[in-house]
């Protein structure tokens, strides 16, 4: 089959996770044995794009990769459209080393694995006249333009086991279990495992929490006779009282305690009962991907293939109503998808009885 793309660059941008390399296996496979093209993989996201540390992809590269955790490109949090502090100075010369690059190596596109962040620069990429691809990929599940990232359904599987076994050892002490898990500054991971956990309690950053309603209904608990309980808080979760302060004022008065430990304080001064945290931490971005997760990273690969075919750029790759389509790059740049207050996990939380704080 012909194709309108000859030769593409790809990288992966951004926090790690699972599903990565199932998804450079899914655009290359495509993209090589559909239609003929050629890939060139840049090291260390958009820093090996700005100083040319790339390779050009050999089938071989692509093999016994789809079960394989972490990303062969490797990764940074490269932001080379980012001004201020030191690299104020350097935006310039970053975006024209990578203009550079990408003519010198006859690239007709390049493909971009990434969350937020990575769409924006993406997206700047194609207002500067590069012809990008992105797929959604994150833990956090929070890309705008697509229900469901890759790397999230690992991410909820490993976060629901910890809360399983936090289960027993809960019951075992009568106990507050505290599980802090990531989803920058969404709810979507803590949500989703908290349902999966059946966590007595689930704390967003979406839905701002009152110290006296946990400690209220986790005493309520122990009056129904059940002694422990399992309190599920995303990182990004904050009080009412934090959510009313300004950035600056929330970040001194949280003297650098994470939200876990200053819920599990909270809970044993409204509550006086004993409390332990867990913060979950890189666990949840690590090892192999899930089934759902290669699955879907390998369908949105080789879909980012067919548009570099097609000649469809910058677009970034959607997973929507079931169904695999593309949105414009203007969609995911720049923005955060939180929780919607109406959502019906949200509903479901609370119809089997969980707190959300509020
Ligand atoms: O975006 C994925 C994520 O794991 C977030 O959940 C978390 O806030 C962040 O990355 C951690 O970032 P870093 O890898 O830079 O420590």
């Not at 003519?103 to 500067?128: F, I």
């Not at 106990?175 to 709810?187: D, N």
């Not at 400690?215 to 309520?220: E, S």
């Not at 001194?252 to 200053?262: A, C, F, L, Q, T």
């Amino acid at each position: 089959m012909t194709s309108v793309t000859k030769r593409f660059g790809i990288l992966t941008s951004g926090g790690d996770c699972p599903g990565l390399n199932a998804a450079i296996r899914g655009v290359c496979r495509a993209a090589y044995d559909k239609y003929g093209m050629i890939g060139v993989g840049f090291a260390n996201g958009y820093r090996g794009l700005i100083s040319g540390d790339y390779r050009v992809l050999r089938r071989e590269d692509f093999w016994g990769i789809l079960t394989r955790g972490g990303t062969i490109l490797g990764s940074s949090r490269e932001k080379p459209f980012k001004t201020g502090g030191a690299d104020y100075d350097v935006v310039g010369e970053k975006v024209s080393a990578i203009k550079e690059n990408y003519h010198e190596l006859k690239l007709d596109c390049l493909v971009v694995l990434g969350g937020n962040g990575a769409h924006s620069t993406a997206y700047r990429l194609a207002q500067e006249g590069l012809n990008v691809v992105g797929l959604p990929k994150t833990i956090d599940n929070d890309v705008q333009g697509t229900e469901r990232c890759f790397g999230f359904h690992s991410a909820l599987s490993i976060a629901t086991e910890a809360i399983d076994r936090l289960h027993t050892t809960a019951q075992s002490h009568n106990r507050v279990m505290v599980i802090e898990l990531m989803g920058h500054k969404t709810g979507w991971l803590a949500l989703y495992a908290g349902v999966a956990g059946g966590g007595d309690v689930i704390l967003i950053p979406e839905i701002p929490y009152s110290a006296k309603i946990i400690g209220k209904r986790l005493k309520k608990r122990l009056e129904e006779g059940k002694g422990f309980s399992i309190v599920v808080v995303a990182e990004g979760a904050m009080s009412r009282e934090e959510a009313a302060m300004d950035k600056k004022e929330r970040k001194r008065r949280r003297e650098n305690v994470s939200i876990g430990y200053r819920v599990a304080r909270e809970i044993e001064c409204e509550a006086n009962i004993e409390t332990r945290t867990t913060v979950l931490g890189y666990v949840q971005r690590g090892g192999v991907p899930s089934a759902s997760d290669r699955a879907l990273a390998t369908c949105l690969g080789a879909t980012a293939a067919d548009l570099l075919a097609r000649g469809e750029y910058n677009r970034m790759v959607s997973f929507t109503n079931d169904s695999v389509t593309s949105v414009d790059l203007s969609v995911p740049a720049g923005k955060s998808k939180t929780v919607p207050l109406d959502h019906y996990m949200l509903y479901t939380a609370l119809s089997v009885g969980a707190c959300l704080g509020q």
